[in-house]
């Protein structure tokens, strides 16, 4: 099969994270417009997570953490980014209630690692990195799997209009194609979660976040945070 070629339904792997996973050097950025959302939604309504078992699906600078390690009964963190596993240890050492797993949540051979039931299982970008439908349709399924009877899978509206265009050097599938067809098909959009939540039973709650702080484009901090409001996607079991 030619890697270079976007296979939407199978991409051929899974495959092994690269030495770019290994490399790339970590940004201590501020977290994104999604990200700060889930953090305004838990400190607004801080029954959503105390107490609760939390999957979260790339740590970044562990913004997330930061604000609820202290309210969960567990932590479980993956990223493909192994300097943000790094960064977490050195922040915050080896709580005993965490653990972080340097893993792609595309790749089956990983699922082992990630041991439920979970109360939230937070993924602000549900499909925006995905190698192929069918890694993707793995990923949910074992999303739906792990949850606890009422458990919820939380998402971004932002997530859910972005598709990568570039070549996903640092994820599982080195080599799969940039362009055009490749972003269109990652984006899920609204339509796509809600189908989603047929496909698996899950009911859908949609929450607002309004005014939300956060820096613009790349992560520009030269000047004030931006304002904005998100929407959160609730997926819930049962």
């Known amino acids: 099969m030619n890697k270079d070629v976007l296979n939407l339904d199978h991409c051929g792997g899974p495959y092994d994270l690269t030495e770019a996973n290994r490399e790339t050097g970590y940004h201590p950025w501020p977290g994104t417009l999604a990200e700060q959302a889930v953090i305004a939604f838990f400190k607004a309504n801080p029954t959503r997570i105390a107490g609760k078992r939390l999957l979260h699906l790339g740590i970044g600078n562990s913004s997330v953490f930061r604000a609820v390690g202290d309210h969960v009964s567990k932590f479980v963190g993956l990223t493909v980014c192994l300097p943000e596993k790094i960064h977490f240890e050195q922040t915050f050492g ?14 089956p051979r990983n699922y082992d690692k990630i041991v439920g039931p979970f109360d939230v299982i937070v993924d602000v970008n549900l499909k925006s ?19 606890a009877p009422n458990g919820v899978i939380i998402t971004a509206a932002t997530g859910l209009r972005f598709g990568w265009s570039a070549a996903k050097r640092l994820a599982n599938t080195p080599g799969v194609s940039a362009g055009e067809a490749g972003r269109s098909w990652r984006i899920l959009g609204e339509q796509g979660v809600q189908q989603l939540g047929e496909r698996y039973g899950l009911t859908l709650e949609k929450h607002a976040v309004r005014g939300v702080a956060h820096w613009h484009g790349q992560f520009d901090l030269s000047g004030e945070p931006d304002i904005a409001d998100e929407s959160l996607w609730l997926l819930r079991k049962g």
């Open 94 to 107: 080896h709580p005993a209630h965490a653990e972080i797993h340097f893993a792609s949540k595309h790749d």
């Open 129 to 147: 990195f995905a190698c192929c439908e069918q890694h993707f349709q793995d990923m949910m399924a074992l999303y739906v799997d792990r949850l």
